[in-house]
């Protein structure tokens, strides 16, 4: 595992309005990037394949590239006075070769271990923060071992580039186990994976917390609802004890201190039914579970993004509202677009994104509530998202 110790990136030099922020990848996390950085005056490059990307629609200037050619990197890094990402899947590699150019706030060494899922829970079980117990499992045999102590049901999961559920496997029987033997008999082989404990957790939850190199600050509480692996509904705050929501405060503020963390880091929990707290993932960005914060908090996650690794200073956000978001998939674009008129309460967000695809995030819509069960059921009750019914 990285080591970081060897990064000691402490207090993010401070950056002036009309200096350049470059950013990896031109989704709508880079965009919501953007426009938070615009109005602070900052200048904004994207690098990205696809042009006039929903990030590039609002930046200075684009680099038409892939995210892992170096060329393209180096054009932007020449081009910038910081680099960032919006997504974890960025060559680390790539970056180091160009902090000679650019400053890289963040470091490296949040990338390598978010990456990578090993790393991942031993950073995170080293901050005494607490995971589903887990295995590193590399071949069959392994994986056989690990299921003799963690036992059915588990969750095997390859060590990098799983998202949303991809590259996910549920085993709840030795006929679940066949599977991935076959798989592997058939050619298939064995990625490097991880085994993990299946968590019967009561509902799934977030955290943000946001840094600059040396003042942290956390987001509230957040519960997500998932729908087919991808984020349906994010309810503004979790309805949990002040218990609970102090312990996800408390790990979120360890672990942001552990990667001396500059800008936003995601943490995704499990809130289990005795009352615990389990992290399940890390998210080395903003995240779509705090997309309610443009709305509902006094200073929101691309907000202390940008300030943080513009080495700004940062104040505690507040929730001004309860507030409940909601995604706007490929299929839903119509509906809810034939319904915007009905609906002035809906905050809509639209990525500007060229193409629709079913299940693709285009938009979401966040309302502010002081009841969110209502609003909730009102969501539900327009009929856009039956689908996910
Ligand atoms: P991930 O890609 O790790 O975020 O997992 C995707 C989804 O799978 C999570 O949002 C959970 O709903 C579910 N999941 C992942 N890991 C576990 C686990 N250890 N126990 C129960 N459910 C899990």
Sequence with gaps: MPSLSEETHGAVKMLQPGATIGIIGGGQLGRMMALSAKYMGFRIGVLDPTPDCPTAQVA??????????????????????????EFENVDAEAIDEVRHLVAAPQGTDLLRVTQDRVHEKTFINEHGTETAPWREVNDFDELEAAIDELHYPCVLKTRSGGYDGHGQHVLKNDADLEKIRARGDRGGGFPPSILEGFVDFAFEASILVSGNGEQYVTFPIVRNDHRNNILHMTIAPAEVSPEIAKAAHELALRLAKGFELAGTLAIELFVTKDNR?????????????????IEACSIDQFDAHIRGIAGWPLIQPKLLSPAVMVNVLGQHVLPTRAQIASHPEWNVHDYGKAQLRHNRKMGHITVLTDDTAATVAALEATGCWDDLK
């Design 60 to 85: 200075d200037f684009q680099i038409v590239g892939e995210y892992d050619d170096k060329t393209a990197i180096h054009d932007l890094a020449e081009k910038s006075d910081v680099l960032t990402y």
């Design 277 to 293: 707290v389990i992290v399940n993932e890390l998210a080395p960005r903003p995240h779509n579970s705090g997309h309610y914060t």
